[in-house]
């Protein structure tokens, strides 16, 4: 005969028992029976010749619970996560999921680097000596790394006219970035770019602002030191000479002349003394 216990086994007329890890040996019609639910020992009487059973204790299952450090910061993130299990039967084991598309790993104790800012869930499933499971799950928050920027001009003092570039550099925050600029010398109307080329119209000394707000509404600022000089003093031209020519090139002009005549002259005078000398 065969009849089912509250737990799901089942007994049969000779007093045996289907269980995942069998049955010791009957002593007065009493057996003690590990069951694959949990670490628990089940006392199960068999009435002779009903084939009933009464259950002696109640099923515990093994339970696993997470500690997450730390739970939030900003990315690039590395946390430890560590799994404890009760209950059960040891010896354990764990796998983890990290809920950002990385690898699972096993292991009482694992870390893990969330590298792009989000909210992630770290999962364990535990499984125990007799293969009953248990799972748990950690939010892990990563925020965006802190918004930066800084600013400089290249070069930082030129003059009226001359082209320098505003350059900016963001560290940090949420990408894609806009940038908002103000305090402009003249001639320099504000546009919303990373980098501004501006050409000064009037000299001075300018304390130009530069903002950066990123994807989920975070600023920063920077503030750019520029020198604006006046513009250089026109070249004064050279007077013309007489004749059209200038007073440079007049001299030098009468001194090749006089150069050419003196050689003229030297040679007139060294031929004629050799046409005058003994014949």
Known sequence: MTSSSPLGYRSVDDGAFVTPLG????TH????????VGALVVLLSVVPGVGGVTVGGVPTGPSVTIQATPAAGPAPLTV?????????TPPYTFLWGFGDGGANASGAVVTHTYATPGRYTATVAL????????GASELVAVSPPPLSLAGTAVPATVSVGVVTLLETSVQ????PYTYNWSGLPPGCPSAAVENYSCEPTASGNYSILVRVTDAVGTEANATIRLTVLGAPAPKTPATPSPG???ETTAIGLG??????GGAGLWIGRRARRRRDGPR
């Open 29 to 36: 019609g009493v057996r003690w029976l590990s069951l694959g």
């Open 127 to 134: 499984t125990d000596a007799y293969g009953a499971s248990a």
């Open 255 to 260: 001194v090749l002349a006089l150069g050419a």
């Open 80 to 88: 430890e996560l560590a799994a404890t299990g009760t209950n059960g």
């Open 172 to 175: 940090g925050g949420v990408a």
């Open 23 to 26: 049955a010791r040996p009957a």
């Open 244 to 246: 059209g020519l200038d």
